[in-house]
């Protein structure tokens, strides 16, 4: 308010009933604008650190609740061997690292801390949260809430049935190859993966649900594979609609209170329509993300029974997707590698590294100054090839 002029509609505060002074300040708060989600890909490195510990003081959120403990114990301590030399103190200073765990077979042979993170930290995984949603796939199928990866997503979300998507499977969401037009450029503040949350409501319809329903098409259905966060965004409300649940609860019930994650979670979601945002806004502590690539590397059993439809792991984790990288590929929305491990990826450094013949978990944290480029992201993946070279030069291996 500019003190210096008052408008037509301020009355002096004696004039005004305090009835009327209460109700003005009530429309005035409903006019200020909701947070944008996207408002993270452009803050400073100072806010950077301190939200993404913190998301849920931003940003509206489901709690996922945890159960009791799954232990974590220690193992032979690992020192990763980096090629040019450096040490991991250097490594985690010079990325703006909040922390890193390796787990190998359920022990943790390295974890350190960095940016006053801890143990008890609940830090913010962006992309990461897709390998998320897609577990939750696996379930809602061997639940037959899912009936089938070859069903129309329409199926599930037919306000979609007039537009670019009406002919996309599931299977063509899982693995980001609907051919519908799409911008995931982070810098850009009028790309989709910027504008996603944006635009008119319609009653009863999500939010991102109107944004992707206007899309056009740019190839045909399965033909190339385009990153969209959007879609997974769409998968979330698939599994939401088609279990009845929200993500929060469903992840509570499948996986995160039977394999006895040590500390809730959160999933963010929309302040108006409660949509949980299926391609990102989990926030867990170090341990129970590593404790999410042991249940993984478990088979996907929890509480002694399987969460999983059958073979679904290895259908998930295998390369559906040509990404034009050699040795690379994308399967149900997790990036694959050609030796068999696969990982979850999030902007601004964040990491989940399944190694299954390895039998490693390796998790990183993450404020990174930009949200993604190249040199950081050769940097993440020598912290990988650093660790792997410490676990085959050990004794024993």
């Keep these: ?28 708060g409903c006019a200020a604008p909701h947070a944008r989600r996207t408002d993270v890909l452009f803050w400073d490195q100072a806010q950077r650190e301190a939200a993404f510990r913190a998301m849920e003081t931003h940003y509206a959120s489901n ?28 490594y985690m200073a010079a990325h703006h690292v909040a922390g890193v765990m390796v787990v190998e077979d359920g022990r943790v042979r390295l974890e350190r801390y960095g940016l006053g993170a801890g143990p008890a930290t609940r830090w913010t995984s962006f992309s990461v949260a897709k390998s998320f949603t897609s577990t939750l796939v696996g379930a809602a199928l061997r639940d037959g809430a899912i009936h089938s990866l070859d069903d129309k997503v329409t199926r599930y979300i037919p306000e979609l049935s007039a537009g670019a998507y009406r002919d996309v499977t599931v299977r063509q969401l899982l693995s980001m190859t609907s051919g519908v037009r799409w911008n995931e450029d982070y ?40 990153y969209k966060t959007g879609e997974t965004d769409l ?11 929200t993500l929060a609860a469903y992840l509570s019930e499948k996986i995160w209170k039977p ?42 059993i929890a509480g002694g029974k399987p969460v999983l439809a059958d073979g679904w792991l290895d259908d998930a984790t295998r390369t559906h997707a040509d990404i034009g990288t050699p ?33 490693l978990v390796i998790v990183q944290l993450a404020a990174w100054p930009v949200a993604t480029d190249e040199a950081q992201a050769k940097a993440r993946a020598a912290f990988v090839r650093a660790v792997n070279r410490a676990f085959d030069n050990a004794p024993g291996h």
């Design 327 to 359: 040795g690379r590929g994308y399967g149900y929305q997790w990036w694959t590698y050609d030796d068999g491990s696969f990982e979850g990826i999030g902007i601004f450094g964040q990491l989940l590294h399944v190694d299954p013949k390895r039998r």
């Design 63 to 90: 709690v996922v609740p945890r159960g009791s403990a799954h232990p974590l114990p220690a193992g032979a301590p690992l020192s990763p061997r980096f090629d040019d030399g450096s040490t991991l103190e250097s």
């Design 1 to 28: 308010m500019n003190h210096r002029s008052r408008k037509w509609w301020e009355p002096t505060l004696p004039a005004m009933g305090l009835g009327l002074l209460l109700a003005l300040l009530f429309l005035v």
């Design 235 to 245: 998968i979330g409300i698939l599994v939401t609609r088609a279990t009845g649940k």
């Design 187 to 226: 810098a850009d503040p009028k790309s989709d993966v910027a504008m996603m949350y944006e635009g008119l409501r319609q009653p009863g319809v999500p939010l991102l649900v109107s944004y992707m329903a206007r899309l056009p098409r740019e190839f045909a259905p399965g033909e190339r594979w385009v």
């Design 259 to 300: 394999y006895g994650m040590a500390a809730d979670a959160l999933w963010l979601k929309d302040d108006v329509d409660g949509t949980e945002a299926g391609g990102s806004g989990v926030s867990a502590t170090l341990g129970d993300y590593a404790r999410l690539g042991q249940f993984l590397l478990d088979g996907g």
